[in-house]
């Protein structure tokens, strides 16, 4: 079955950077448009980036111009870049795919940014 487990996440000063991984299985990973989802305490979760399977990428506003997605094919991976993390970015961290009317969520990473 298909499987995601999220890596990296922890705590970290504001400004400060984290990487998080997924790490896929149980699907041929390349075929597939990925995305990265985050949900705070008492908010709706939403999207924060995402990347087709051919590498474009989308990104929520509050992510632009310092979240970067990426993927390794090879490795069946997805990465999120995370740098000037602010104290807003607080927050459970899931990986995220779908196809055949089918969503797969991986089981959260959580990232908390405090001083």
């Known amino acids: 079955q298909v499987q995601f487990v999220e890596s990296g996440g922890g705590l970290v000063q504001p400004g400060g950077s984290l990487r998080l991984s997924c790490a896929a299985s149980?699907?041929?990973?390349?075929?597939?448009?990925m995305g990265w989802y985050r949900q705070a305490p008492g908010k709706q979760r939403e999207l924060v980036a995402e990347?087709?399977?051919?590498?474009?990428?989308n990104y929520a506003d509050s992510a632009k111009g310092r979240f970067t997605i990426s993927r390794d094919n090879a490795k069946n991976t997805l990465y999120l870049q995370m740098n000037s993390l602010k104290p807003e970015d607080t927050a459970v961290y899931y990986c995220?795919?779908?196809?055949?009317?089918?969503?797969?969520w991986g089981q959260g990473i959580q990232v908390t940014v405090s001083s």
């Open positions: 995220h795919s779908g196809w055949g009317g089918n969503d797969y």
């Open positions: 149980g699907m041929i990973f390349r075929f597939y448009n």
């Open positions: 990347i087709t399977r051919s590498g474009n990428t």
